[in-house]
């Protein structure tokens, strides 16, 4: 089983009132805009993950 590292990024990660990136600002005080390059990794490792369950289920 993999981690829900995704989940967790996707949940500390969010779009502040500025357009910028509050996970950034707060974990490395980064101003980041809003998605940034973690949020592209989680949902892209979400949406793989979605894939391959559709298609394993399907096999
Ligand atoms: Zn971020």
Known sequence: MTGNAEEAILASHARG????????????????????????????RQARSLTAALLGGRE
Do not use: F, H, M, N
């Open 17 to 44: 009132p500025d357009g910028l990136c509050t996970g950034c600002r707060a974990w490395w005080s980064r101003l980041t805009p809003y998605p940034c390059w973690q949020i592209d990794w989680a949902t892209s």
